[in-house]
T-cell receptor, first 118, second 115 residues
Framework: GAVVSQHPSWVICKSGTSVKIECRSL??????MFWYRQFPKQSLMLMAT?????????EQGVEKDKFLINHASLTLSTLTVTSAHPEDSSFYIC??????????????FGPGTRLTVT | AQSVTQLGSHVSVSEGALVLLRCNYS??????LFWYVQYPNQGLQLLLK??????LVKGINGFEAEFKKSETSFHLTKPSAHMSDAAEYFC?????????????FGQGTILTVHP
């Protein structure tokens, strides 16, 4: 149980284009999903918290107009990197917190998406 | 505010030896603490979690961790290392208030297991 998928697992795009990454909770409902970014040999940095049906909350320093987050249902959140640049190349990981009471502090992670911007 | 410090970015042990990965935390509220493992180019897998119940927590793959409030520590141990344990390990804390549900990660510790 508690499986989270991400699609695509890797993507290469040209500078200036946009790319969308999907995060799905496969066997549970998730009111809250989180998006992280991980640079090589570094830890995970929280980018934003996504709540179903409301606007995402971005961490300080994260451009909300560049990293568009939509959490339209209890099982799907998307991250769109707009006008991508090479410095946006990174490993993006999502996580999902179960909606059920007592489990909301838990996070289950997706396998990550490797984005390379050329 | 909450933070996590993992002492030692790299730990190397022999197969069969004790594994000890250190984690100290800071939290203004009683914390929830987690250990995750990450294999190359993969997401994070939960090893174990502390949620204010028993202070000695047993997880998967033979790992366990002990919550020590007086030392603000949550060190991860395994009695006998296996080659398959080689990976990167992250300690994380989740607090309350405005940080409820948010995870703050440590810098990670790469575990190398040699024959």
């Amino acid at each position: 149980g508690a499986v989270v998928s991400q699609h695509p697992s890797w993507v290469i795009c040209k500078s200036g284009t946009s790319v969308k990454i999907e995060c799905r909770s496969l066997d549970f409902q998730a009111t809250t999903m989180f998006w992280y970014r991980q640079f090589p040999k570094q830890s995970l940095m929280l980018m934003a918290t996504s709540n179903e049906g409301s606007k995402a909350t971005y961490e300080q320093g994260v451009e909300k107009d560049k990293f568009l987050i939509n959490h339209a249902s209890l099982t799907l959140s998307t991250l769109t990197v707009t006008s991508a640049h090479p410095e946006d190349s990174s490993f993006y990981i999502c996580s999902a917190s179960p909606s059920m009471t007592g489990k909301r502090y838990e996070q289950y992670f997706g396998p990550g998406t490797r984005l390379t911007v050329t | 505010a909450q933070s996590v410090t993992q002492l030692g970015s790299h730990v190397s042990v022999s197969e069969g030896a004790l594994v000890l990965l250190r984690c100290n935390y800071s939290s203004s509220v009683p914390p929830y603490l987690f250990w995750y493992v990450q294999y190359p180019n993969q997401g994070l897998q939960l090893l174990l979690k502390y949620t204010s119940a028993a202070t000695l927590v047993k997880g998967i793959n033979g790992f366990e961790a002990e919550f020590k409030k007086s030392e603000t520590s949550f060190h991860l141990t395994k009695p006998s290392a296996h080659m398959s344990d080689a990976a990167e390990y992250f300690c994380a804390v989740s607090g309350g208030g405005t940080s409820y549900g948010k995870l703050t990660f440590g810098q990670g510790t790469i575990l190398t297991v040699h024959p």
